[in-house]
């Protein structure tokens, strides 16, 4: 699945489908090279994330998450946010390598797949960084 695709989805809950809010954005955690967490729009309860922990399943149709999951669960091992999409994209040499345009995700387990740039794709478990600044990933081996 694609960043750009989660965006907007409902995020619903398991038990009796109350929608909590919209998919506004992914925060990614770039150690593990996976999503963090849920960023919420439209969330009635003022939650604005939920802590990737807390989804069951990521369709085409929606985010479902545990029941009556709060803002709090989780959220010590959540990394603060910086947006990906759009973000430069640096080796850890400095080298450019153009701007996140989407990412691909394995919805079931949040890890990152592939970064798609400006300039061509790069595997997710490349990413070693993420700030305000650039997403860093490690650059390619020459041999």
């Known amino acids: 699945m694609l960043f750009?695709?989660?965006?907007?989805?409902?995020?619903?809950t398991a038990d009796d489908a109350t929608t909590v809010g919209k998919v506004a954005d992914l925060t990614v955690d770039a150690r593990n090279a996976t999503v963090a967490a849920v960023r919420l729009s439209g969330a009635a309860d003022r939650t604005e994330a939920l802590a990737w922990s807390a989804v069951e399943a990521v369709g085409p149709d929606a985010v479902i998450v545990h029941s009556r999951v709060t803002a709090e669960q989780g959220q010590d091992h959540v990394p603060a946010h910086h947006r990906i999409l759009g973000s430069r994209v640096l080796t850890e040499h400095g080298a450019e390598h153009g701007t996140v345009r989407d990412i691909a995700f394995d919805p079931a387990s949040g890890r990152l797949l592939t970064l798609y740039t400006a300039l061509g794709e790069i595997a997710g478990a490349r990413l070693m960084g993420l700030g305000s600044y650039a997403a860093v990933v490690r650059a390619e081996p020459t041999y």
């Not at 750009?4 to 619903?12: C, H, K, M, N, T």
Request: glycine share 12%.
């Open 4 to 12: 750009s695709q989660a965006f907007g989805l409902p995020v619903i």
